[in-house]
């Protein structure tokens, strides 16, 4: 029974490979059999593809002129892993953004308590100290977002 592979995945490249050169021309440009290859392409077996392997049959694939399996097997694994990164971009730059807002309030809201005309005049009030608090703690939150955010 055919096992499934990862559609982005060195197996599926391999798979692909086999498909394209056949069993000798696989192990021409690779100097292996193919049953070694095709046990490379079970992703439940520890053999693995040399990277130097993956080249030369990719190589043999463009002389035939078709596309290189293995290098866009590498570039769909690429790929998928620079979205992740994007999307951290753009969690923690979100996070940064709202954290800058939340500072602002803290300063305004501190700055407003402290000035010789507010609610206590230059001493904080019991009402500004409580929205200075509720300030802090909005900022925390922030902080523990990106924290957290940064650390995956």
Not at 81 to 105: F, H, Q
Not at 111 to 125: F, R
């Amino acid at each position: 029974m055919t096992k499934r592979r990862k559609i982005t995945s060195i197996e599926t490249g391999i798979t692909e490979a086999i498909k394209i050169l056949k069993d000798q021309g696989v192990s021409d440009v690779t100097k292996k059999s193919a049953s070694f290859l095709r046990k490379c392409s079970d992703p439940d077996l520890e053999q693995q593809i040399q990277h130097k392997d993956s080249i030369a049959i990719d190589l043999a694939c463009i002389e035939k002129g078709k596309v290189p399996p293995m290098l866009l097997a590498h570039q769909s694994m690429l790929d998928k892993k620079m979205e992740s990164i994007k999307r951290n971009y753009a969690s923690v730059s979100d996070t940064i953004m709202k954290l800058t807002v939340r500072l602002g309030k803290l300063v305004d809201v501190t700055n407003k308590s402290l000035h010789p005309e507010s609610e206590g005049g230059q001493l904080i009030s019991k009402e500004e100290s409580e929205e200075i608090l509720n300030a802090i703690k909005s900022l925390e939150e922030k902080i523990l977002k990106l924290k957290l955010s940064v650390k995956e």
